[in-house]
């Protein structure tokens, strides 16, 4: 298409997990969703927002999305400007990219990891170097000084599960000529986090989402915590209204119950120690995961054959288009209920 530009003509756009029509009946492990609704306290607020006539849908919601960012600032310990909402995670990665890195400049990730970096910096026509993983889970032929414009590092990983370690990623932030952009978007489910490297370094930018550990996948919300002169100019770029009024008055909701955020979070991650110990008592290769999710593989590292048999189960988990994971699937957790049914499934499977 000649009204295109060359990039956007040639790029393979992003390809999601599949979302099911009839999701209710199946065991859904493919995207890395919450396995329990979001507080109460949200239906609440989304119910109160729109009110008995719909009438506050008239008009447009907050610009700013200031109690959010209040709200996130108070749990996190930062000042409201260093942090900006988004309509989902994503929203910051792309504006980041966005801000940052022009046509013909360098984005660096860790591969494996999350595919979308790439895509976002195809759009913008910048070049993607990847760089792959020891198997002590370090990066590989990491330079000595990174002079691209961003760099992306998913901590815990996804597909993989691990988390680099607070020392390692600082090694990073101070070895880094651009944006250290961490993607922590399962960082709830983990020992730790960056936070604390965001006020430490002034290249050091933290993304977060209400998808994964909030059970907010369908309202769309996320953030970045970065130094103000980084969200200033992400303040710029984003659509003026990116927030929607019943995802704003969902967001302090959810980000102000945080008695039933831990205990949701807790099963979780019960559940994925559980899962991790029996699957591999019966011969699976499973990663130790600080994530919602663990990367496993069958003994004959056939990934296919089992996400398959699965398939024909209504068990539905990730089996990764790349070559490099074909030996193994990712497994969100899901309830114990949910893992119990699955663990019999792959038993039986072999
Ligand atoms: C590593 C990583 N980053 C970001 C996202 C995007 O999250 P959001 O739903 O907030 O856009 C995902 C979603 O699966 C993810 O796995």
């Not at 295109?4 to 999701?23: E, H, K, T």
């Not at 969703?33 to 239906?43: G, R």
């Not at 022009?102 to 913008?124: F, K, M, R, W």
């Not at 198997?135 to 691990?162: Q, W």
Request: hydrophobic share 40%.
């Amino acid at each position: 298409m000649r009204y295109l530009r060359p990039n956007i003509a040639a790029m393979n756009g992003y390809v999601p997990g599949f979302q099911p029509d009839d999701a209710a009946s199946w065991i859904k492990l493919n995207t890395n969703e919450n396995p329990y609704p979001p507080s109460p306290k949200v239906t609440e607020a989304i119910l109160a927002e729109v009110g008995s006539d719909g009438a506050s849908l008239r008009t447009y919601p907050s610009a700013s999305s200031m109690k959010l960012r209040e709200a996130a600032g108070e749990l996190y310990g930062f000042d409201p400007s260093w942090i900006i909402m988004a309509n989902g995670s994503d929203e910051v990665l792309n504006n980041l990219i966005r801000a940052c890195a022009g046509e013909g400049q360098d984005v660096g990730y860790v591969h494996p990891s999350y595919s979308y970096y790439s895509t976002l910096a195809e759009i913008q026509g910048a070049v993607v170097c990847t760089y792959g993983l020891t198997d002590s889970f370090a990066i590989e032929a990491f330079p000595e000084y990174y002079h691209g414009r961003v760099f992306f590092l998913t901590t815990p990983n996804s597909p993989l599960g691990f988390v680099f370690s607070p020392a390692y990623i600082e090694s990073l932030a101070q070895n880094c000529g651009g944006l250290l952009v961490i993607d922590e978007a399962y960082a709830d489910f983990a020992d730790w986090n960056a936070l604390e490297l965001v006020k430490k370094y002034e290249n050091v930018v933290v993304t977060r989402t209400l998808s994964k550990s909030y059970a907010l996948a369908g309202m769309r919300l996320g953030l970045g915590i970065a130094r103000p002169g980084i969200i200033a100019a992400l303040d710029k770029i984003r659509d003026h209204y990116n927030l929607d009024r019943l995802a704003q008055a969902a967001c302090v909701a959810a980000l102000r119950d945080q008695t039933y955020f831990r205990e949701s979070c807790r099963k979780i991650i019960e559940t994925r120690e559980w899962f991790t110990h029996e699957l591999t008592a019966i011969g699976y290769d499973v990663i130790p995961s600080q994530a919602n999710f663990v990367f496993a593989s069958p003994p004959d590292k056939n990934g296919k054959r089992v996400y398959d048999a699965l398939y024909g189960r209504k068990i539905l988990v990730r089996l990764l288009s790349d070559p490099l994971l074909a030996h193994g699937l990712r497994i969100s957790i899901g309830t114990r209920e949910d893992m119990a049914a699955t663990l019999n499934a792959i038993a039986e499977i072999g």
